[in-house]
């Protein structure tokens, strides 16, 4: 593939856009925010206020989307780890160390966490794709979208 970076090779160049599994063609604006366009809808969504990635292996990726699929019995959130307490984040701009963020599954029941992982807003192949921000739409509602795995990244 002509726009992945070879192997072990660290790219310094801005990303324009990436694709995922499910043909979604996801495009940066210049404060860093995504917008996704459905190729299977030929849909053009909300912008989001916040994109993530999380690596992850496939079974760990089952359990996230089949978290996704039960809102009443899980909740996702996004968390900046600062002396060692969770932080809500909504937005990019909620952020003060990048390295610090979490992606994590909340089992409400229990109110114990189901996963727990890194979360980074740099796309990496392979990962998977989370996002959120306040519909524009639907007075301001807040909105998530888990997406599939990252499959080409454009420079």
């Known amino acids: ?5 070879p192997k072990g090779k660290i790219i310094n160049k801005p990303i324009k856009s990436f694709e995922t599994a499910k043909g979604s063609v996801y495009t940066y604006d210049k404060k860093g925010k ?5 190729t299977v809808d030929q849909e ?8 993530v990635f999380i690596s992850t292996d496939e079974d760990t990726r089952a359990k996230i989307f ?6 009443n019995k899980f909740s996702f959130h996004l968390v900046e780890v600062r002396d060692n ?6 937005g990019l701009e ?14 409400i029941p229990k109110n114990k966490w189901a996963f727990y992982r890194k979360a980074s807003l740099t796309p990496t192949m392979g990962a998977v794709v989370y996002e ?3 519909s524009t739409k639907d007075s301001g509602k807040f909105i998530h979208h888990l997406g599939h795995e990252v499959t080409k990244i454009n420079y």
């Open 1 to 5: 593939m002509d726009n992945e970076p």
């Open 34 to 38: 995504t917008l996704r366009y459905k």
């Open 44 to 51: 053009l969504q909300e912008k989001m206020d916040i994109t």
């Open 66 to 71: 089949d978290a996704y699929t039960r809102p």
């Open 85 to 90: 307490n969770p932080v809500q984040i909504y």
């Open 94 to 107: 909620d952020i003060e160390n990048p390295e610090n963020l979490k992606f994590g599954v909340l089992n």
């Open 132 to 134: 959120r921000g306040n």
